[in-house]
């Protein structure tokens, strides 16, 4: 293969792994969200150390420790219906200076606040769920943090018709790691008053 579909088979391995990841933790969360935190942990540590997809600078691979993440917390571990909203296009800004279109189609209310739920408005699409609160910027990267998007694989499931949101696997963009990654950052509907901490922490 060229160098160029070299890249493509390892984007489409990447996509796989972390489709199968998540496949792993939905089967195992609701019996033992601790064991199921724990293997998320060590899957993400080693596709970022060794996946040529990485976000990490191919440089910095060599030296990474593995992800800094809060220990599972089930305060912060919840399920909610979707509310309807109507369908509004937003440009969501991203780490770049440029925009993305998503579509916002719904919200879910938690005993944090509330967040909007957005579509990928582009072919294939994906549900795409951001957030950012009172640690970005300290603790957290301050872009936010994502706890859905299916565009990537990154889905916790349903449970009982409720959307599993569970802030322990809320994870950082590639371009908290790398700036050379563009990533759509949390708008201002998806910002919460309160400290999540729960999930990764900032590299």
């Known amino acids: ?63 990474f420790g593995g992800l800094r993440v809060f220990d599972y917390d089930p305060r912060f571990a919840f399920t909610a219906v979707i509310q309807s909203l109507p369908e509004t296009r937003h440009d969501v800004e991203t780490s770049g200076g440029g925009v993305i279109p998503f579509v916002r189609f719904g919200a879910v209310d938690l005993p944090v606040g509330r967040l909007e739920l957005f579509w990928l408005d582009a072919y294939g699409g994906g549900v795409f769920l951001p957030f950012r609160d009172a640690t970005s910027g300290t603790t957290t990267y301050g872009g936010g943090r994502y706890v859905l998007d299916t565009a990537k694989g990154a889905d916790l499931g349903s449970r009982d018709g409720a959307l599993v949101v569970d802030f322990n696997f809320a994870y950082c963009p590639s371009c908290a790691y790398d700036p050379q990654w563009v990533c759509p950052l949390a708008p201002p509907a998806n910002r919460l008053a309160i400290a999540i901490e729960a999930g990764e922490r900032l590299p």
């Not at 579909?5 to 033992?32: E, G």
């Open 1 to 63: 293969m060229t160098a160029v579909a070299d890249d493509y088979a390892a984007l489409l391995d990447w996509r796989r792994r972390v489709a199968d990841l998540y496949a792993d933790v939905r089967r195992q969360l609701a019996r033992d969200p601790r064991a199921a935190h724990a293997r998320w942990r060590g899957r993400r540590d080693d596709l970022l150390r060794t996946h040529p997809q990485s976000a990490i600078a191919p440089a910095a691979r060599a030296g």
